[in-house]
């Protein structure tokens, strides 16, 4: 529901917010959790330009679970206060620089499930394994997805460790082949019952909100591990999420009809809604010596085969029980362009193709010193843009 919170002409009273590019103006208003190097207690906040307010008096615990559980009529009250108490003219309320808070996980997450929603992602890693049959015959009638591991997922900027696993027959080592994957992250709430699965049409109810995720991957433990069951000690060291929820609220005006499906659907996965969302995600690369991060590829949500309601319908279809604070990832957003693909082994063709970042420096997986930085936002013509901040980790060496 767009309403007057989304009003591109509204001010607030913080400077900052007001300023073009801006990526938390007051159309934003994302929900974080933080603390003070003088007050060690995590509280929620919200972003406003280059600050935070604390939203104690509006949502309270030291996790966004609670406000994850609410209805999305009372989140979107919530939202509504937020957006008076910033506006210009309101009373003005202390505020905290963002540079001297440190960002914690939005939410304590119970559940972790990893889709595989890129249609154009699945293609080209299908053609690298199996040119003849990229696709397998079930991706275009389900959205498939593996479970991941909750204990290891971390808040942006937690350096990353390469890890060591089984590389082939009698081998153990570090990895060799260490990839980023650009991802989007759903926060779901209030969850269901067990037993009950959620129809498409109320799908949407469940999405408290969205952010970055990089679902690190090491592709020579993933090659030899993978069959029959899927992905496991390749990925489950390490997911990084960006720490500000961008609320699905905020993301009203952003939605857009989802990709056509040249095969049907069964019912439960059929919606008349305009459930997919317009998102533009940016991958940014800085290797050790150079100065600054240079962008590498770039994508776009509303590209995604399956939306996130279709995800959310099918992973409940067995009566499967969601629960606030459960992640899902969209997969790897990737789209019809290279300069579209989401990872590195899609971008260096498994390594046959080396990227170039710099005069000699070149990348075909990545190596210790690397940052990755995921980034953000939404644009439409007639409001205002919002951005989602950033979701980095820098790689160092494991044990020797």
């Known amino acids: ?129 199996r040119p003849d049959n990229p696709l397998l015959p079930n991706y275009k009638h389900l959205p498939v997805a593996y479970h991941g591991r909750s204990s290891t997922i971390v808040v942006s900027g937690t350096p990353v460790q390469r890890p060591s696993g089984q590389l082939g027959a009698g081998v153990f080592g570090a990895s060799k082949e260490l ?10 709430g209030p969850g269901n019952r067990l037993g009950e699965p959620v129809a498409i049409e109320a799908a949407s109810e469940q999405i408290a909100g969205v952010c970055l995720l990089n679902d690190w991957s090491a592709r020579d433990i993933q090659r030899w591990e993978y069959q029959p069951l899927g992905p496991f000690l390749a990925k489950n060291f390490a997911t990084s999420v960006s720490p500000w929820l961008i609320t699905w609220e905020a993301l009203a005006p952003f939605r857009v009809p989802p990709v056509e499906h040249d095969t049907p659907v069964l019912p439960y996965l059929q919606s008349q809604s305009e459930t997919a969302l317009d998102i533009t995600l940016e991958v940014w690369l800085r290797a050790a010596g150079m100065p600054r991060a240079t962008r590498i590829s770039s994508s776009h949500v509303r590209d995604l085969y399956w939306t996130v309601p279709q995800m959310i319908a099918h992973h409940s279809s067995n009566g499967c029980a969601l629960r ?54 939404c644009e439409r013509d007639g409001f205002r843009r919002i951005g989602f901040g950033s979701c980095s980790g820098m790689i160092f060496p494991g044990p020797q």
């Open 179 to 188: 990839d980023y994957e650009l991802e989007l992250g759903i926060f779901l």
């Open 324 to 377: 606030p604070g459960d992640l899902l990832g969209s997969g790897t957003v990737s789209g019809p362009e290279k300069s579209n693909r989401g990872c590195l082994l899609e971008l260096t063709w498994k390594g046959a193709e080396p990227l170039e970042l710099a005069p000699g420096i070149v990348r075909r997986f990545l190596e210790n010193g690397d940052e990755v930085v995921f980034s953000g936002y």
């Open 1 to 129: 529901m767009i309403d007057e919170t989304h009003d591109p002409g509204l001010e607030s009273w913080v400077d900052s917010a007001n300023r073009p590019g801006c990526d938390f103006p007051i159309q934003n208003l994302p929900l974080g959790v933080f603390r003070t190097p003088d007050n060690g207690q995590p509280r929620i906040g919200t972003a406003i330009g280059d600050f935070v307010l604390d939203a104690s008096e509006w949502i309270r615990g030291e996790t966004l679970n609670g406000y994850m559980a609410l209805a999305q009529q009372e989140r979107r009250e919530i939202r509504r206060q937020l957006s008076k108490a910033l506006a210009k003219g309101s009373e003005r309320r202390e505020l905290i620089p963002q540079a001297s808070c440190e960002m914690l996980l939005p939410a304590a997450i119970g559940d972790y499930t990893d889709f595989y929603a890129s249609i154009h992602h699945a293609t080209n890693v299908g053609s690298m394994f």
